[in-house]
């Protein structure tokens, strides 16, 4: 049998945020976890609505106490980036009577993480079918517009009426046609194939791609080229999908009326490595924080940190281009992120 001095050091052990209460919601215990999560050796005494949900929302226990069973809470709560699943049982006497309850505060952080990957997945993958019959759909009639455009432009002279008029409806079918290829890019699996990619064209690419989603954002962006266009090797089609979900989180983060600067540059430290640098200001001018919507990229741990929209599968690419990653600054609040390529045919062996 356990002591009752022993109740603490079992409580300890447990991997949960452990508080009881008596009848008035009082803390008469808590565990250590509870204690480092909150910030705070001095719990006991304090009411449950003071501690834990102080914004003035009815706790579980309240229905817990009416019907003598344990409660799962609706809602899961947070503490920086960890999530919890709280769970409240009633504690009764000898004659069954209501004493007080036990709140129990389970972390489901690795669990929640697991469960938006999957989604994100699976969600995807119906893109990525979506995209192949819009390409299948569009395709057809696309080759016979520019078909049409072609052969009308060899019967018409430069100079001539509708000319030019011709040579637009072929460029742009053109571009419409590129811009679907990206797409289907972007939806194909990896493929291990090795792409001379140079950076420069191919940064402004994955913005252009990006433009639909930028006009919605109300982002305006910049990229600026202060090096010879370096050449990196690998698979492009996969390097495009890494950078169009890290521009997709920046947009996300900046917010409307907002600018998106990339710098193109070389590594001053390792002339080997060409640094892309993103930095973000929201409309006031102020400098955006990046540090934290781009932990993923930051933590050694790939399923640490916020993962954000497709930010896990966007690391485990650019690693395989044996990418390095830091933060700018911070200056005037702004703190970027920094992505370091390995230029050269090195690359190629790595991007398999």
Not at 152 to 175: A, F, V, W, Y
Not at 195 to 204: P, R, V
Not at 329 to 337: E, F
Request: proline share 4%; hydrophobic share 40%; charged share 25%.
């Amino acid at each position: 049998m356990i002591k009752p001095g022993e109740w603490g050091t079992l409580l300890n052990a447990l991997p949960y945020a452990i508080t009881v209460h008596d009848l008035d919601g009082r803390v008469i215990s808590a565990n250590e976890m509870v204690e480092r999560l909150y910030g705070s050796s001095e719990l006991i005494g304090a009411r449950c609505d003071q501690v834990f949900h102080s914004g003035g929302e009815e706790c579980s226990h309240v229905e817990a106490m009416e019907k003598k069973k344990g409660i799962w809470a609706e809602k899961l709560i947070s503490r920086g980036d960890q999530s919890y699943r709280i769970y409240v049982s009633p504690l009764l006497n000898g004659t069954s009577e209501v004493c007080g309850y036990v709140r129990v505060m389970w972390d489901v952080t690795e669990g929640e993480i697991m469960q938006g990957q999957s989604l994100w997945v699976e969600r995807f993958t119906t893109l990525g079918q979506m995209i192949n019959g819009i390409a299948h759909d569009v395709g057809t009639p696309l080759n016979i517009i520019s078909g049409y455009a072609e052969y009308l432009m060899m019967r018409t002279k430069p100079d001539g009426p509708g000319h030019k008029e011709l040579s637009t409806i072929l460029s742009q079918t053109r571009r419409i046609a590129e811009f679907i290829k990206q797409m289907l890019d972007l939806a194909r699996p990896a493929q291990g194939r090795i792409d001379a990619i140079g950076l420069k064209g191919f940064l402004g690419e994955s913005v252009d791609l990006m433009g639909h989603h930028l006009r919605k954002a109300q982002v305006r962006t910049s990229l600026i080229c202060r090096t010879e266009p370096p050449l990196i090797y690998g698979d492009a089609p996969r390097l495009r999908q890494a950078f169009f979900n890290l521009l997709l989180n920046a947009c996300e983060k900046i917010g409307p009326e907002g600018s998106l600067e990339i710098t193109l540059d070389d590594d001053t430290t390792d002339r080997a490595y060409a640094k892309i640098e993103v930095k973000g200001l929201d409309k006031s001018g102020a400098g955006i924080d990046f540090s934290k919507t781009f932990s993923t990229f930051l933590s050694v741990n790939q399923g640490m940190g916020n993962t954000g929209m497709g930010l896990a599968l966007a690391k485990e690419i650019l690693n395989d281009f044996g990418a390095r990653f830091e933060t700018t600054g911070p200056v005037d609040g702004c703190v970027g992120l920094i992505i370091y390529l390995p230029k050269g045919k090195q690359l190629a062996s790595r991007a398999i």
